[in-house]
């Protein structure tokens, strides 16, 4: 059955996946980008890889984006910091915008945009590579590299990993496929309890609790953040709208206007998750006939305290600075097909944080609107009554801000245990 499932992800799934990315990318910037990006990408990999000393032991990280690379930041600064530069250390991401960001510098040898699935591919890269140890981040186990370099010797770890009861992992259709992809792992650390039981069913034995690297990660970038960028009202309660759709703008912009009329103190920063020209204008117009003042973050004066009641960013990667200024904040994806955006950002620096009802694809946002660190809206009047809430009660605000810092402090210190692991599979 395993070689079976192997031919049919093989010769099958993956044809079909390439398949639909061409078609996509008729209509998709993003995804045109991508596979541009990948063309002839084993010459340029060649080329990268040639200086490298291959006396030294050679880890490959593999993330599917950004998100998951700050999961692997505190393990690559942990093996640095014990090991110092006695590794090479390759990253590939999935996401061209992950690649393009570049937070990895100064960490990682080199950092590629891994090449689709399959085993042409898959050896073409093994060969390249040369890995001593391949390490999975979260859930991008693709099966064919993964059974490459376990078939050439080389451990094979997936970590960080989450499995939620609605997961195709708990399909009895998929259970073969899943059980052939994870039996090439020579280690599988889950991130809670209820993870590890949806991952032992679907790998077909025991998968331990090793944490998540994430809280790590999150404390340690608000530990290194620098001063606060904007210069506010020392009275303001600050609302930051992180990473909105327009989904969540639906219910947001006609709000936000009417928090801001009833509430002189409130000053908001409304951080759209995609900044293209279009849909700031669109913002802007349906903001122009509130008669509110507003202003983009790229056109505030550098000095001054700002006077507008709304700041609408329009740049990328000033978020995380952004919920170091806030008292609450509303995470954007929640109204969203794909789901909620990262909740720890806000919710380490103390902020009391509302999401929406799609919070499947998170689990520490579930388990912390399950202990009640965070608040779930389920719809349009249930947010404006919690934002309501929140910006009038002080009490409650801070208190809130301090079960969601508390929530990020005790679950920090699976990079040890992490990379403890990692190393007893490169030794």
Not at 372 to 390: N, V
Request: with cysteine; aromatic share 6%.
């Amino acid at each position: 059955m395993n070689e079976l499932s192997r031919l049919l992800y093989s010769w099958i799934l993956l044809p079909l996946v390439a398949a639909t990315l061409r078609l996509v990318a008729l209509f998709s910037r993003s995804v045109r980008s991508g596979l541009q990006e990948r063309r002839r990408w084993q010459q340029r990999l060649h080329q990268s890889l040639a200086g490298l000393n291959r006396e030294k032991p050679l880890i490959w990280f593999h993330c599917p984006s950004l998100g998951e690379f700050e999961q692997a930041r505190p393990l690559i600064t942990e093996l640095r910091r014990r090991r110092g530069n006695d590794f090479n250390i390759v990253l590939s991401l999935f996401s061209e915008s992950g690649l393009r960001h570049g937070r990895y510098h100064g960490l990682v040898d080199h950092a590629f945009l891994l090449p689709l699935d399959g085993r042409r591919n898959a050896r073409r890269l093994y060969r390249e590579i040369q890995p001593d140890l391949l390490c999975f981040v979260k859930s991008d186990l693709w099966s064919e590299i993964a059974w490459t370099a376990r078939e050439n010797g080389t451990p094979v770890a997936l970590v960080a990993a989450g499995g939620h009861g609605d997961s195709s992992l708990t399909q009895p259709l998929l259970r073969s496929f899943f059980q052939m992809a994870f039996q090439s792992c020579n280690f599988i650390g889950a991130i809670a309890a209820a993870d590890a039981a949806v991952l032992s069913r679907a790998a077909g034995r025991p998968v331990p609790v090793i944490g998540d690297s994430k809280y790590d990660a999150v404390l340690s970038r608000r530990d290194a953040a620098g001063e606060a960028p904007l210069n506010l009202p020392a009275d303001s309660v600050v609302l930051v709208c992180g990473s909105t759709h327009p989904a969540d703008e639906r219910y947001l912009l006609p709000l936000l206007p009417k928090l801001l009329r009833r509430f002189p103190r409130l000053r908001v920063l409304l951080a759209p998750h995609h900044v293209d020209e279009p849909h700031l204008r669109s913002i802007e117009d349906e903001l122009a006939s509130s008669r509110i003042s507003f202003q983009r973050l790229s056109q505030l004066p550098e000095e001054g305290k700002i006077t507008d009641q709304l700041i609408l960013v329009d740049t990328m990667g000033q978020l995380f600075e952004l919920y170091a200024q806030a008292d609450l904040a509303y995470v954007g994806g929640g109204f969203h097909d794909k789901g909620l955006h990262n909740v720890l950002e806000p919710a380490c620096f103390g902020v009391a944080v509302v999401v929406g009802p799609r919070i499947v694809n998170s689990v520490e946002a579930r388990e912390m609107v399950r202990l009640g660190c965070i608040t779930q809206a389920h719809g349009g009047d249930e947010l404006a009554s919690t934002l309501e809430q929140l910006i009038s009660d002080a009490t409650l605000r801070q208190r809130k801000g301090r079960l969601a810092r508390d929530f990020c402090k005790e679950r920090a210190g699976a990079a040890v245990r992490i990379t403890k692991e990692l190393l007893n599979l490169l030794q």
